[in-house]
C-alpha cells in the first residue's frame, strides 16, 4: 500500500522568509496530492491540492510542486507570517483508494 | 450549511470498557474516512467508506476496533476493550467525490482511556 513520508518534523523560520516541506510517497499508481494545514487544537483543513497531469500549482503565497519520476512533492510558502504558525501535513492518494497522510511538519514562524 | 459533526467530543473511559463514537458526515458526501491522531503525531488512517463498496479496512489496528456506516451516512466507529494506548483524538472526514478530493474534517472525538 501507500506510503507517505515528510520531512522536516519540525522547521523554524523568520518572518518574511520561506518554508519549504517535502515528500515522498511509494505508489507509482498515486496521483492526488494535498497538503493540509493543522492550527492548534483545531480539525485539518485543506489548503492547496495538485493532480498528476501537472508540475506546478500556486495560490497566492503558497506553490506545490511535484516530480512524479523521483515521487516526491512539496510545499512552498513564502513571505511567512506568525499565522502561517501550524502543522503541515501532506498526503495522496491514486484517486480511488484511502488518502493517506504523511508524518506533519509543525512550521514556527517567528515575528 | 452545516459541517461534519462527531460525538461525543470528549469521552474518558476505564480499561477494559467499549466505546461508541459517531460520525455524521456532511449530506450527500459519498466517502467517508475515519483516523487516529495520538497527542502531537499525524493522522493515522483507519477505515475508509465510499458508497455501497466494500469499507477498507486495512488500517485498523486490531480486531477490537470496528465501524460501520448506516444508509450510507452515519458512521459509527466502535472500540471494545479499551486500552490506555487507545487514547487519541479520533477524526471523521467526509467527501463528495467519487475520485478523491478534499476532505472535511470533524471537530474530533478525544479520547481518553484510565
Redesign the interface.
Known amino acids: 500500500?501507500e506510503n507517505v513520508e515528510q520531512h522536516p518534523s519540525t522547521l523554524s523560520v523568520q518572518e518574511g522568509d520561506s518554508a519549504v516541506i517535502k515528500c515522498t510517497y511509494s505508489d507509482s499508481a498515486s496521483n492526488?496530492f494535498?497538503w493540509?494545514k493543522q492550527e492548534l487544537g483545531k480539525?485539518?483543513?485543506?489548503i492547496i491540492?495538485i493532480r498528476s497531469n501537472v508540475g506546478e500549482k500556486k495560490d497566492q503565497r503558497i506553490a506545490v510542486t511535484l516530480n512524479k519520476t523521483a515521487k516526491h512533492f512539496s510545499l512552498h510558502i513564502t513571505e511567512t507570517q506568525p499565522e502561517d504558525s501550524a502543522v503541515y501535513?501532506c498526503a495522496a492518494?491514486?484517486?480511488?483508494?484511502?488518502?493517506?497522510?504523511?508524518?506533519?511538519t509543525r512550521l514556527l514562524v517567528s515575528p | 450549511g452545516a459541517g461534519v459533526s462527531q460525538s461525543p467530543s470528549n469521552k474518558v473511559t476505564e480499561k477494559g470498557k467499549d466505546v461508541e463514537l459517531r460520525c455524521d458526515p456532511i449530506s450527500g458526501h459519498t466517502a467517508l474516512?475515519w483516523?487516529r491522531q495520538s497527542l502531537g503525531?499525524?493522522?493515522e488512517?483507519l477505515i475508509?467508506f465510499q458508497g455501497n463498496s466494500a469499507p477498507?479496512k486495512?488500517?485498523l489496528p486490531s480486531d477490537r476496533f470496528s465501524a460501520e456506516r448506516t444508509g450510507g451516512s452515519v458512521s459509527t466507529l466502535t472500540i471494545q476493550r479499551t486500552q490506555q494506548e487507545d487514547s487519541a483524538v479520533y477524526?471523521c472526514a467526509s467527501s463528495s467525490t467519487?475520485?478523491?478530493?478534499?476532505?472535511f474534517?470533524?471537530?474530533?472525538s478525544r479520547l481518553t482511556v484510565l
Open positions: 500500500g492526488y494535498p493540509y480539525r485539518p483543513q485543506l491540492d501535513f492518494s491514486n484517486g480511488f483508494q484511502k488518502l493517506v497522510f504523511g508524518t506533519g | 474516512y483516523y503525531q499525524g493522522l488512517f475508509y477498507d486495512s488500517g477524526l467519487k475520485i478523491t478530493g478534499e476532505l474534517f470533524g471537530e474530533g
